[in-house]
C-alpha cells in the first residue's frame, strides 16, 4: 500500500469539498444535543401531545438534534408504552430526520435522540 501511495498520491485537496471543512462534520449520533424533554409520570396522550409539541418549538428554535426521555417503560405489563408512542412519533414526523439511541449516559434504551429538520418556511 505504501509503494502505491509513493507511486499515486492522493490529490492535495482530497478532503476538501466544495469550500467546508470536513473536519467540522459530526455524525448525528455525536451532535450536541440542543435540547431535551423528559416524559416520565405523563399519561401515553399527555406524552403524545408534549413530544409534538416539543417537536415544533425545537424546529422554531432552531434546534438541530433533540433528546426524548421518556423510561424504559418496565411499569405497565413489561410493555414500553411510552418508549413505543416515542417511536412512531418521530417515524412519522415530517420535521424530524435521523434518530437513535443515545449511550447510556444519555439515557441508553429509556431515551431517543432525533435530528430535526431546518424549517423551510418563510
Known sequence: MEHYLDMFPPPTDFNKDSGSDSSERVSPKRAPVDGSIDLHGLTQDAAKTAVLQFIDDAQAN????????HGKGLHENSEAALKKMVGDVLERHPSVGA?????????GSGARWAIIRPNRKG
Open 99 to 107: 434518530t437513535g439511541i443515545p449511550d447510556a449516559k444519555h439515557g
Open 62 to 69: 432552531g434546534f438541530s438534534k433533540v433528546l426524548i426521555i
